[in-house]
């Protein structure tokens, strides 16, 4: 029978040779760590705007048509053409989800054209009214965008703004014609401050490191307006009569930029750095 000291013996010769091969051999180098994702830094960035605008007014008012004698009247057409508009900003990105921005418009001359029938119960009868003339706006709008993720460097966002615009009626004539003859008044250029408000969706497309490129659709409410007192040939009329322009809103397609001040900021981090062994 085998002495049991010599099977000790071989036993510790084995796991000492074992121990030496173990250590000639190269450790393996860990796995790299997905880098964990980090909110985007805040900071200040500028803005320009160019676009179109699609505008409509919802009613047409005189006070002509609330002296009593007129009747059945039919705003057969008001319409304005669509009109370039541009605009500039500054704002600030809070995080990767929330900015606010500052932004100033010059919204571009738009034709109007306009045509109403009424029934006066004098001579006149039944009378044709036919409008021309301009508007332009200067609007200031506080606006907030919602960021909802970003694929592929597109971000597609909400947003809401309020502010003032300044509506200005240009070049303003009504041509009436009606059974006893026709006549032609003129109102002077004149502006009006009102509230203004706006909902827009798009999308964002980062270019390059610090420069956005956006694609919108814009709602703006722009409030009223109203033309100088509508005076005849003779320079003269019977009472105050300006046409207002009420409820006055555009559906605007816009296009713009944002240059972040100080460069982009990752979305992501690096990767940690990994010690060989």
């Known amino acids: 029978m085998a002495n049991p000291r010599i099977f000790a013996v ?29 909110e985007a830094a805040g900071g200040w ?11 409509q007014v919802d009613d047409l ?17 008001k319409s304005f053409d669509a009109a370039p508009f541009g605009g500039v900003g500054v ?3 809070f995080n990767q989800w929330f900015r606010m921005d500052l932004t100033a418009e010059y919204r571009g001359s738009a034709n109007f054209h306009g045509i109403d029938t009424f029934t006066d119960s004098g001579p006149a ?16 709008l506080v606006n907030a965008y919602f960021d909802l993720g970003t694929w592929h460097n597109i971000t597609p966002f909400v947003g809401a703004g309020i502010g003032v615009s300044r509506n200005t009626i240009a070049d303003f004539t009504d041509t009436g014609l009606n059974a006893v003859g026709s006549s032609v008044a003129f109102g002077k250029d004149s502006s ?25 659709y814009r709602y703006i409410n722009l409030g009223d307006a109203q033309s100088g007192d509508l005076i005849d040939y003779t320079g003269g009329n019977l009472i105050y009569n300006p046409m207002k322009f009420k409820d006055i809103t555009s559906h605007d ?13 990752p979305a992501y981090g690096d990767p940690p750095l990994m010690r060989k062994y």
């Open 253 to 265: 397609v816009k296009f713009g930029m944002r240059w972040a001040l100080g460069g982009a900021t």
């Open 91 to 93: 704002g600030y990105q």
């Open 45 to 55: 960035y500028l803005r320009g705007d160019l676009g179109f605008s699609n505008q």
């Open 192 to 216: 009006k401050v009102n509230f203004a408000w706006a909902l827009m969706a798009g999308l964002g497309y980062q270019v390059a490191p610090g420069l956005t490129l956006e694609g919108a």
């Open 10 to 38: 071989a036993g510790a010769v084995m796991l000492a040779s074992t121990a030496a091969f173990a250590a000639d051999m190269p450790m393996p180098e860990p796995i790299p760590a997905a880098p964990a994702p980090i």
């Open 61 to 77: 008012d005189n006070a002509l048509y609330h002296t009593g004698t007129v009747s059945a009247l039919d705003h057969v057409q």
């Open 125 to 140: 009868g039944v009378s044709v009214d036919v409008y021309t003339g301009r508007k332009y706006e200067i609007t200031g």
